[in-house]
């Protein structure tokens, strides 16, 4: 599946720069509680974007952008990912690049040619669950393998967590913690059913702002800095 939108710009996904938002379809998992269902479910339902329009758009904002937010779905899946990200770094703009990690070898391609500069890495649940999330099998270790990429990568690195009930407890984030010592930054976001995936999920209640906060203070024993989003 190629580029899915385009969304006009963000302050939100490219922390104190404003930036252009590209979504690509298609996702390996299949998260119950995931936010953007259309694009893991039913990619075929948007059209392609031609890529040449786009580069051309992102051209014509350059003088008010900075850079570019790739999102999606999971866009290290598709393999026309690294060509775009060589076309958006040869017009001088930033990229951020949001993956749930479970494609290091697309990462390490990415990172070893700069065409990285904000890595933002998601961690669901504990690796071990990781099967639950999709019919198909999903190797935990692969996230493991991104989580070192980042960890040792000079660009800027979140991991992100949405705190799901059933899903993120206290012991969880301790072991999440464990995996990701040292990081420079753990975002924490509140969870908001109403565009879940699957229906369950949809009327899951979320967490109290004061639990989302003594999750955040666990999390503060392993990284630099933690911060809450959503609440």
Same mark, same amino acid.
């Given at each position: 599946?190629?580029?899915?939108?385009?969304?006009?710009?963000?302050?939100?996904?490219?922390?104190?720069?404003?930036?252009?938002?590209? &979504?690509?379809?298609?996702?390996n998992l299949t998260c119950? &509680?995931?936010?953007?269902?259309?694009?893991?479910?039913?990619?075929?339902?948007?059209?392609?974007?031609?890529?040449?329009?786009?580069?051309?758009?992102?051209?014509?904002?350059?003088? &008010?952008?900075?850079?570019?937010?790739?999102?999606?779905?999971?866009?290290?899946?598709?393999?026309?990912?690294?060509?775009?990200?060589?076309?958006?770094?040869?017009?001088?703009?930033?990229?951020?690049?949001?993956?749930?990690?479970?494609?290091?070898? /697309?990462?390490?391609?990415?990172?070893?040619?700069?065409?990285?500069?904000?890595?933002?890495?998601?961690?669901?649940?504990? &690796?071990?669950?990781?099967?639950?999330?999709h019919p198909a099998p999903?190797?935990?270790?692969?996230?493991?393998?991104?989580?070192?990429?980042?960890?040792?990568?000079?660009?800027?690195?979140?991991?992100?967590?949405?705190?799901?009930?059933?899903?993120?407890?206290?012991?969880? /984030?301790?072991?999440?913690?464990?995996?990701?010592?040292?990081?420079?930054?753990?975002?924490?976001?509140?969870?908001?059913?109403?565009?879940?995936?699957?229906?369950?999920?949809?009327?899951?209640?979320?967490?109290?702002?004061?639990? /989302?906060?003594?999750?955040?203070?666990?999390?503060?024993?392993?990284?630099?800095?933690v911060i809450v989003r959503?609440?």
């Amino acid at each position: 599946m190629g580029i899915k939108g385009f969304q006009g710009t963000s302050l939100l996904d490219f922390p104190g720069r404003i930036a252009s938002l590209v &979504f690509w379809g298609g996702c390996n998992l299949t998260c119950p &509680f995931c936010h953007n269902p259309a694009l893991v479910l039913e990619p075929e339902g948007y059209p392609d974007l031609a890529v040449a329009a786009l580069l051309d758009d992102l051209a014509g904002r350059r003088s &008010f952008i900075d850079g570019v937010v790739v999102s999606g779905g999971e866009p290290t899946l598709n393999p026309g990912l690294i060509a775009f990200l060589e076309q958006v770094k040869g017009l001088g703009l930033l990229v951020k690049l949001d993956t749930n990690g479970l494609a290091p070898d /697309v990462v390490a391609q990415a990172l070893d040619g700069e065409l990285i500069d904000y890595l933002a890495i998601d961690l669901k649940t504990a &690796f071990e669950r990781y099967p639950e999330l999709h019919p198909a099998p999903v190797n935990p270790a692969a996230l493991l393998e991104t989580v070192r990429l980042g960890l040792k990568a000079s660009v800027e690195l979140e991991f992100r967590t949405t705190c799901v009930p059933g899903w993120v407890d206290e012991e969880i /984030v301790r072991q999440l913690g464990e995996r990701i010592v040292g990081a420079p930054l753990w975002s924490l976001q509140q969870y908001h059913p109403e565009y879940a995936l699957s229906e369950d999920s949809r009327e899951q209640t979320p967490f109290s702002s004061g639990q /989302v906060e003594s999750f955040a203070d666990i999390a503060r024993q392993y990284v630099d800095r933690v911060i809450v989003r959503g609440l």
